[in-house]
């Protein structure tokens, strides 16, 4: 009791001296003060579960909850933590200048962080993440000298990090991840020598990282991945032997790393860097990262082979290093996968996408038992996967594919267990699937489409009870389907069969997949009827049956797939009616029953209406429908004219008599004309280059119309002539006339040949030809011109390329560019299906694709187009090689014949370089890299380094709204690259319909409008 004496007085006097100060600094007066600050805080907010309830008058407010005081009564700590508090933070907050800790995280507050902040001159932790707030990080922040941590990640904040953000020198922690913070990282932040974790990920920095932040030497963990810093690593960022993480993937990062990195950063555990621009060599100090956890290098430009002593670490977890130039062609390059067996932690190992070759070692299958995902895909490895690949037997993800592996499945691969997604498509396995396989029964997708696989397929596969994705296309099966498979119902997604030796019929029990999503049998020998059974697969929405010996009717239980996006039954023996219920397919984007025996009238509604959908050719018994679908007219059609005809047979016989012998007169005069004129032009012009088929205009409207051609009118230059801007009066029509060169060589040939082309066909997205001139100029030589549509808007290759005035104050965005390309392919189709007889246009290029005012494509210059008709099937190309360099496919230069095939080969490199930017004769494309190889190099997570970067500009300037998703306009963008590669594949059989083409680019066009919200 009188240890506790004196305590007991000093209190005593410390309350009496409190209670008898002047009202000004009373107790009373200062609680009431943060009270009323409180309330006030507490009024601005919604509070849907009622957690502030104990802020009354019944309480103090001290007891209220989340409020801490201090032992005078004034409130150090405010933590509100998840609930659901919405609204915006009032300033009153800041007259809580005792205040030590605001914690207000995982909330709905909106508005911007009170400027009044400074005058928390006590605040140590301020933590506002998980909620909305807007505008920028006040500048007054700075003055909160006493600040530890700062906590404002997962918001809406805008504007730059406060310069002097260097005067906070007690600062340890600062967390702005997932903001959209802009600017710079200042150089004043190197000043801060307490801190020790930075996060400024997934926003929006930009500039290089700044040399004095080599200063900071107790920095432990750097965080800034998600950003746009360019540049290199400053020197001193790699003597902060502190670090222990470092995160700073996604930008734009390069240089090199220093070989002796490990050795002055001995400490780092987690060291990513994915996705920059570094390159050169893995540095072999890696053998001395002991506490490494996490290597992340992947898309990146490293090269040489992976260090031998990469698995030092026996802590080591994670080791991404897919998407880079890394090699391995001798035995001893493999050296760094048996280090890996040592790491027992060991879960992920990603090599994907590099120039790894050689043999597979066997060291593979002695990996750590714990590794969950092992990718060694798109790489050139060969060799047998190892017998004992059945050691991993918690993998969960196992890619091969795309490399040169050879040999049969091991049967120990049945016993990964645990295995969901098995990709080892792309490569030469063979021989039969071991049975063994069937015992995976997590599998969610098996893709093993491309290899020479043989056999029949496992009717054991009906095990794999929890399968949503079966990929067996492009193998040698043969046999029929297993029944077992067609009733897996966990089956939702993708299932193709295609391209094998399939035989019989398809089961019925394909009707147990009701909720399969895509489902293709196309290219096998499959026979007897469609099962009816098929329309319970109501949720199918691609669906594949073409090139089998299918026969009778197409199912009327079909008129329950009302999801059909894409329908193929081309090639088949089908000999009925087409079902009129197609025509009420809402969704349904392309039809192709082409070839088979089908007959009746076409449904003249939906799908139907768009000629460039439906695909018919090869029905011969087919009628009616739309007029463009160029079907003859049903019989029906003609019946209501019958009684007009037989009056019109009797009228014949009256009127044919008399017309003839009036024609004979008019016939002989008109020889004689000719034979009068032919004497006097013999010297000038031995034919008649248009054959009558335009109407004439002279070569004085010309000479006027272009102001007597002259270089101000003249607006492009071409292989056999000019072209010139003119007026036609009357009416004041604005034209482009092109006038041939006659002095070169095949001139001429080429204005025949682009009459005869244009002579019958018309197109929205072909120029048209308004009309000719063939004349004799004022000093007596022969004239030949085309007067043509004038296009504004010039070509495609000025707005490609910078050539026009109009591309030098404008781009063409990324729908204006999907727009162009489906009005050039809608072009194509017209020219090789739709039209009297089929075209190719032989010299399909940007400079031959013209704009109008509406920024709508129109293809020209049929200069050196040919009719299929008129082409001797013995004719070889050894003439020449018609088109232009770059775009002209290969087969043509070893004798093949024009072909469609031809003009689809030449659309894909300009649908490459429309996406692009580069021409396909770019400098940089010299030795044996094509801009083919230059588009195929890349996927979606390397996108941007190959796409214009003018699209890549616009897209990220869409970034700043949260209604635009980068991502999924990425997704767009390598959807149509990928186009362009099918489309300019060497073997012509195996290029993209141009039907195709046009479908799929709707389907992007479609999904980029919703997400630009158009």
């Known amino acids: 009791m009188d240890l506790i004496t004196p305590s007991f007085f000093f209190f005593f006097f410390f309350f009496f001296f409190l209670c008898n100060s ?164 200042p150089v004043s932040m190197g000043n801060i020598s307490s801190l020790k974790f930075i996060d400024f990920a997934e926003n929006m920095l930009v500039g290089t990282i700044p040399e004095s932040i080599g200063r900071l030497a107790n920095l432990q963990i750097l965080q800034m991945e998600g950003n746009k810093f360019t540049g290199e690593l400053p020197p001193s960022f790699f003597n902060l032997s502190s670090l222990t993480s470092v995160y700073l993937g996604f930008n734009n990062l390069e240089g090199t790393l220093p070989s002796s990195m490990f050795v002055t950063l001995p400490y780092i555990e987690n060291f990513l860097l994915s996705s920059n621009h570094f390159h050169g060599s893995i540095p072999a100090s890696v053998s001395n990262a002991s506490y490494l956890i996490e290597l992340d290098l992947s898309g990146n430009g490293f090269s040489g082979i992976i260090p031998s002593k990469l698995g030092n670490s026996q802590y080591l977890w994670w080791v991404e290093i897919s998407s880079n130039q890394l090699e391995a062609n001798e035995v001893s390059d493999w050296d760094f996968m048996e280090s890996l067996t040592n790491c027992s932690y060991l879960e992920t190992l990603e090599l994907l996408d590099n120039k790894l070759g050689g043999v597979l070692p066997t060291s593979l299958a002695n990996l750590s038992s714990g590794i969950t995902v092992l990718s060694i895909a798109q790489n050139q490895i060969a060799g047998n996967l190892p017998a004992e690949i059945g050691n991993l037997v918690n993998l969960t993800t196992f890619e091969a594919y795309d490399n040169l592996l050879t040999g049969s499945l091991p049967p120990s691969i049945g016993r990964l267990k645990s295995l969901h997604r098995l990709n080892l498509q792309g490569n030469k396995f063979n021989g039969q699937i071991p049975d063994s396989l069937s015992n995976i029964i997590e599998l969610n997708q098996l893709y093993l489409q491309n290899n020479m696989f043989g056999g029949s397929i496992p009717a054991s596969f009906g095990k794999l009870e929890n399968l949503q994705e079966l990929d067996l296309s492009w193998n040698r099966f043969s046999g029929e389907i297993p029944k077992e498979v067609l009733s897996l119902q966990s089956l939702s997604v993708h299932l193709d069969l295609s391209n094998n030796l399939l035989t019989g019929s398809l089961p019925a029990e394909i009707g147990k997949l009701k909720s399969l999503n895509w489902f293709a049998t196309a290219n096998n020998k499959l026979s007897g009827e469609i099962p009816s059974s098929l329309g319970n697969c109501m949720s199918i929405e691609y669906l594949f049956l073409q090139g089998n010996s299918f026969q009778g009717a197409i199912p009327q239980s079909l008129s329950f797939l009302k999801g059909l996006r894409e329908l193929d039954l081309s090639r088949n023996n089908l000999d009925q009616n087409i079902p009129m219920f197609l025509e009420n397919f809402k969704v349904l984007q392309l039809l192709n029953l082409s070839f088979n025996e089908l007959k009746g009238e076409v449904p003249a509604n939906g799908v139907f209406k768009n000629s460039t959908a439906v695909s018919l050719y090869g029905n011969k018994q087919l009628c009616g429908g739309d007029n463009k679908l160029h079907l003859p007219l049903c019989d029906h059609e003609h019946s209501s004219s019958s009684n007009g005809k037989k009056h019109l047979k009797l009228a014949l016989k009256i009127v044919i008599p008399v017309i003839g012998i009036l024609l004979c007169l008019t016939f002989g005069i008109f020889i004689f004309i000719i034979l009068c004129r032919s004497k006097r032009m013999q010297k000038k012009l031995s034919f008649n280059p248009v054959e009558g088929q335009f109407r004439r205009t002279s070569y004085a409207e010309l000479l006027k119309a272009t102001d007597q051609f002259s270089s101000s009118s003249l607006i492009g230059v071409g292989s056999f002539g000019s072209v010139y801007k003119g007026i036609i ?83 063409l965005s990324f729908l204006q560019r999907l727009s162009i390309a489906i009005d050039v392919a809608s072009a194509l189709d017209y020219l090789h299906n739709l039209g009297f007889a089929p075209i190719v246009h032989c010299d399909l290029k940007p400079s031959n694709v013209l704009l109008d005012e509406e920024m709508r494509a129109h293809l020209g210059d049929f200069g050196l187009a040919k009719i299929l008709l008129d082409i001797d099937e013995n004719q070889a190309a050894s003439i020449g090689i018609k088109g232009t360099i770059g775009y002209v496919p290969p087969e043509y230069g070893m004798g093949s014949k024009s072909s469609p095939q031809g003009d689809v080969y030449s659309y894909g490199i300009m649908l490459l370089e429309l996406f692009t930017g580069r021409r396909p004769t770019d400098e940089i494309f010299k030795h044996d890299l094509s801009l083919r190889d230059y588009a195929e190099s890349s996927d979606i997570d390397n996108l941007v380094e190959i796409i214009d970067p003018l699209l890549i500009s616009e897209a990220q300037n869409r970034v700043q709204d949260s209604r635009f998703d980068i991502l999924e306009e990425l997704k767009c963008l390598d959807s149509v690259i990928k186009i362009g590669l099918l489309c300019s594949l060497d073997n012509p059989k195996q290029r993209m319909e141009v039907v195709d083409v046009i479908n799929q680019l709707n389907v992007i066009r479609k999904t980029l409008e919703n997400i630009l919200n158009l």
């Open 22 to 185: 002047s009202p000004s600094h009373s107790p009373q007066t200062t609680a009431s003060t943060d009270q009323l600050a409180l309330l006030h805080f507490k009024s601005l907010l919604t509070d849907p579960t009622n957690s502030l309830s104990s802020w009354n008058s019944s309480l103090h407010f001290c007891q209220w909850q989340g409020v801490n005081c201090s032992i005078t009564g004034r409130v150090t700590r405010l933590e509100l933590i998840s609930l659901q508090l919405a609204g915006p933070i009032s300033p009153s907050i800041c007259n809580l200048t005792f205040l030590e800790s605001l914690v207000l995280f995982d909330n709905n507050l909106i508005g911007a962080i009170p400027v009044e902040i400074d005058r928390l001159s006590n605040l140590v932790n301020l933590t506002l993440k998980l909620n909305y707030l807007t505008g920028e990080i006040p500048a007054s922040i700075v003055r909160c000298l006493n600040m530890q941590f700062v906590h404002l990640r997962s918001n809406l904040l805008t504007g730059e990090i406060p310069r002097e953000i260097g005067l906070m020198s007690n600062l340890r922690g600062i967390n702005l991840w997932g903001n959209n913070i802009t600017g710079t990282i």
């Open 729 to 811: 009066e009357p009416g004041e029509t604005i034209v482009a006339v092109k006038v041939l060169n006659l002095e070169r060589e095949g001139a001429l040939k080429s204005f025949m040949a682009e009459c005869k082309a244009l002579r019958d066909i018309r197109h929205r997205n072909l120029v048209k030809i308004l009309t000719v001139c063939s004349s004799i100029d004022f000093s007596g030589n022969s004239f030949i011109a085309l007067v043509l549509q004038y296009m504004p808007n010039g070509s495609l290759d000025q707005w490609l390329h910078q050539g026009g005035s109009i591309a030098k104050t404008n781009m």
